[in-house]
DNA sequence: CTGAAAGCGCTTACAG
DNA sequence: CTGAAAGCGCTTACAG
């Protein structure tokens, strides 16, 4: 069934089918009813490519969402629910989502700008993964636009979408302050990645507001991963004046943090209270549950995607703004003296 | 660039060029050479809805990654891995990925069928879906190829891919076993969902093997989640002859299991050991870490494109045989005593 | 081994 | 408001 055969029982010609179809608005309402009502009652589905080849656009956006093979390094905690996010968020702007790929391990050069042409495009999200790849690099820089969460893309046409990471840090450190807590130290990630500085930014400032002091010693780097928490706390817990609270910049150091704590034999809040941040899922499953500053995905992913959208109608000298989510501060056991 | 371009400046018709873009046997090895240099010399990408409009073909395979909108209840713990690995097994095997979505709540009725007509799809992987709703239905039964994992599609032309569930629970009892343990009971998912009713059955094969009795009340039905793991264990500590070990056919049900043991003032695995299913991320990160059985997310990932092109290949009226794939024990500290 | 031509299924000026 | 015609960028019999 294609629109010849459409057009051929509607008794007009493929024209009137295609603008009744696409609701243009010189074509009458009798007309357009009755090839529509014609058209849902054969089932006919007009042949995108066909309308991508004449149309020159496609309707389509392209993911980007790790660096192909095998680099496990930094992965965002919850790229599931970003993805779902996307997807929705995109749907509902009656875009269609194609998932890229780098072919395989070396020659990612242009891979991703090449499908992009292939398949005509129109921008691409990348989520959580690393800039630092010449395939994405060699995107950035070109004129298609991108959306990256959590990605600093550099290039004429992109935008970063990212969580409102100072003020969740300073969320943090405000609900630990009200628990009562003076002595407040912190775990970083990386401090090369924005997230992680913002985070550290965010807590700075929250205890200069509140003035709290933070000695040299209560801040201490990590990798997000949580071996790195559990190290950071057992130093600060070998500290002259270890601190009474932590907040860890991601929720698997936090988890780490809970496990050096139950080492040293300090209960959890009661001697030592806990925050994270990601709200990833093993934060509700370990014990005690973990206070942390919840991202909001879908947030995230219709920002993003909002984002791209800008992107698409501006004018391409002017750089685009960063979008900022706020977070969500998810009281819970690992910080609340009543639990 | 286009492939008119590309012509003139190498002197040949578009024919040439078309084939010796797509390799066809015909054309002279020295052209062909001349005009993929060429070709990538002046970065010239095939447009693809232009070779989907001639060839009937897109090389595209649709993915079903949920119900779209906001169904939370079964969701596989890893999706994220099993995505990564489906879009690495399709990018080698040259076929390219796109997102499908229900475009709402309500309408969802024939959604998926007509994007892959109108898309031109080959076929569809369908990952971790309650396969109760209606556009997936209509998927399945029509006459589009379909690859489910751990999602029983029925339809002429699907095919199912699962972790091997029953001899991983086996694995898991009989590691057990090997601890020394005779009174093994066992938390379920709900056993309407095939993956839990196999891991049943894997765990009553392995200890009648092993014979191992299993009063009833050492079978207690879960819901994969960590509460129901929680009471599970709650119950089974109450029975008159309370179980050394435990299998709980979901991670989140094993910590549940963990917590519970915990309650109750056990050590684990010491006074009772826990074994849980799947390996999700928490599953290293709790304490005890908990022993599971992991599922090859690798390995699923890519038997489903090999059993999507199997469907490809096959004779339609042939149903297809279901891909199992070996699951893999991890001993953690849950269940081992040394540790 | 190569080229001229037809055609894939649409949309959109252009003319009426 | 509608139709005839051109054309989007490719591939593939067909002829040579």
Redesign the pocket.
Known sequence: ????E?ALRS?????????A??D?????????DRIRRLASELG????EP??T????RSDTIGLVWDTGYETLGFQHPFLQGLLSAVRNALSEADYHLMLLTTSGPGDADTTYLQAVRRHNLEGVVVLGTPADNRALRALAASDVPCSGIDVALSGPRTVRVTSDNAAGAAAAVEHLYAQGHRRIATVTGPLYLPPAAERLAGFRQACARLGLDVPPEYVVTGDFFLNSGQDAVRTLLATEQPPTAVFAAGDQMAIGALHAAADAGLSVPGDLAIVGFDDIDAASLVRPALTTVAQDQRALGSAAVKALRGLLDADPAEPAEPWIVPTRLVVRASSRPGA
């Open positions: 069934m294609n629109i010849r459409l008794g007009v010609s493929t024209a009137t089918v295609s603008r179809l696409n243009r608005a010189e074509v009458s309402e009798a007309t357009r006919y589905a007009p042949n066909a309308r080849l004449v149309r020159r």
